[in-house]
């Protein structure tokens, strides 16, 4: 039996993680911690788990408690993730896993060295179109890579976002939040990015009568390895668009031999173009990516837009069971987060960054 501690309990857990890991096998999650009492009684009432912690120390101290999922405020990740490595835990943290590289680069090499799994919750990497959409890229469907092109278009106005829009407690804004997450499907599809410019900008300065001192709109010009391309942007300033499911989410491949074209409202199909077509044609994602191998997820249960969320936590589980590394893992969140540093520090100074490959 694998006992599970999990440390924040707000949205993204009830949301994603205690479904997810109620689907795997010989799993308990035995332990719930928040700091804020209300938050930590709603996710006992909903979940019925009994024991519930303000002080994330003591989910740590216990014996039950085999692995970790951090899942709080970003700033709050490295260290609740070193102390859950240093008493021998296995830990799959947030994205993005770090305020910096170097908190990152500090994760991985105290995770590797103790030899727990570890691993980064970029969610959107177990959405069957962008598995099927990785298997046709690697098997060389598109032929020679060109571009890679990212687009996260959300609207959520001017509203309060609590401790999303401080800069102490989140490290950057749009970056982190929503950036990150196709900054890792981008490494996955056509390898590391080698260098950027980008440029972040905010143009809501108080948010729901609080300051906001992070950027609302990112956007990065990349070279990956191979010579490839890419244009990424997000905003959470795009009016009428939407949020969360909806809004514009489109992650784009084009090679000498053909487009892919996914967008996560359709998470069940691909857009796919040939050499000499006129337009792209749909083409749904085979029933063997629904799934990741294993997962004892019912492909014929749940919204399927929200369903595939659940994958992760059983990879982090079924890898501890197997004493395999989790993928992604926080080498992975380490590799994101030296391309979200290069890009806050190529705003800042208005030029062109080389971005350092994590080894
Ligand atoms: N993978 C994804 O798709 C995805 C989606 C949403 C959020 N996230 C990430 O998950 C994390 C949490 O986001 P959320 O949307 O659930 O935010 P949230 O604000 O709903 O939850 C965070 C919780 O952490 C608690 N907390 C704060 N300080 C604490 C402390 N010292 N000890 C214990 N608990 C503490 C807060 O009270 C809050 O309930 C963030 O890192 C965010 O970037 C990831």
Known sequence: MIGVGIIGSGQIVLANHIPGFALC?????????????????????????GAGYADWHDVIKRDDVDAVLIATPNYLHAPIALAAIAAGKHVMCEKPIAMNLPEGLEMYRAAEKAHVRHMTAFTYRFVPAMRYMQHLVQSGAVGRLYHFRAQRFQDWGTRNLGWRQVK????????????SHRIDYG??????VKRL???LQRFVDNRGGQPSDLDDWAAILAEYERDVTGVLESTKLAT???????GQDLAEVNGSEGT??????KPLELRIGKPGGKDLETVPVPREFWVIPGS???LAAGDPLVAFRYDQDFEFIDAIQNHRPCRPSFKDGAQAQAVMDAAVQSAAQRRWMDVPKVE
């Open 296 to 298: 004892p997820r019912d």
């Open 240 to 246: 009428g668009r939407g949020e969360g499911h909806y």
């Open 25 to 49: 096998p010989d799993t308990k999650v035995v332990a719930l911690c928040d700091s804020n009492p209300a938050t930590l009684e709603r996710a006992k009432q909903r979940t019925g788990i």
């Open 187 to 192: 490494h996955l599809l056509v390898g590391t």
């Open 168 to 179: 102490k407690l989140a490290g950057t804004g749009e970056l982190g939040d929503m950036l």
């Open 260 to 265: 892919i074209v996914f967008t996560t409202q």
């Open 197 to 199: 410019v980008a440029d």
